[in-house]
């Protein structure tokens, strides 16, 4: 997770383009940063006057409107900003017949912008009963020190003991497997996301009315 030196929370980032010959998307890449979390499936898009924005990651709802997966919160032009000029050095590299991946770089926000007694994660889970899914018991949300959303992981309950496990948020590859669109490299952060979700999940475990419940509160672990 980022470093801390003389006041600046030091951030680390680099991506990884691949080109899709498409004039309104130009790229689709991955984007990995503090070497703890990649997001997959962020997109270089170009409007018809030329403009070049950076997307992340979104998923269709059933009545066409879109969802962000994913969402920087809080320092949101500083992330954005060096997020798109990441995947931007990708894209060029691959336009260029180079390896389609940018240097890291070190991108800074000062210390004293950071809310120290919320860093760590916070969850807020939707529980759910559907007949034809019994294993799916919760959508949560979650919030990772303060600064990155990740939205719908999966609370699913093991077939052999009942556990819960929150699994990521996914997208479809061509081959027909699937993978996340956001990658936990960083075991520590991962255990406490575990942790964040299945003991949220057991503190509402009760029978449930309606299809979907929300919970009231917003639970946060350091």
Known sequence: MPAISNNLMLHKIRSRAYLTGN???????????????IIRDCRLLQSADGTIEAQLPQIKNKDGT???????????????KSLKASIFEAYTNALKGNPPVSKEKTFEMEKEQFELQRQGIMAEIRRINLPDCPALKAIADITIDNWLVVRNIRLVAAEKDGKIKPVMPQK???????????????DTLLEKIRTATTQLYMRHDVPQQSAIAKADDMYMFP
């Not at 004039?23 to 503090?34: P, R, T």
């Not at 994913?70 to 500083?78: F, G, R, T």
């Not at 479809?172 to 960083?186: Q, Y």
């Open 66 to 80: 879109y969802t962000q997966t994913v969402q920087l919160i809080n320092y949101q032009s500083v992330l954005m």
């Open 172 to 186: 479809s590859l061509p081959d027909g497997t699937r993978c996340d669109r956001v990658a936990i490299k960083d």
């Open 23 to 37: 004039d309104s998307v130009l790229a689709v890449a991955d984007v990995n940063i503090d070497d703890a979390v």
